[in-house]
């Protein structure tokens, strides 16, 4: 499977439960400790969940904190 985030570039492809990111860049994640990790992108790890598991769905909470954090300073 290889799946595009509906919201930014970023690009996963899996096999068998393992994943790579073929593109990565979130916006949501920018400004936040995870911007140059974008299999954190909390909408692809959605997306991709019923194939994978990203770090993004294990730290949704913080996740979501984080870009709720860095929207506030922009
Ligand atoms: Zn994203």
Known sequence: MQTRCPKCTTIVRSKGGVWEILNGACLDLLGT?????PEFCPTLSQVVEPEVVLPGITCRASVQEGIGRADHQS
């Open 33 to 37: 400790e995870w911007k140059n990790k």
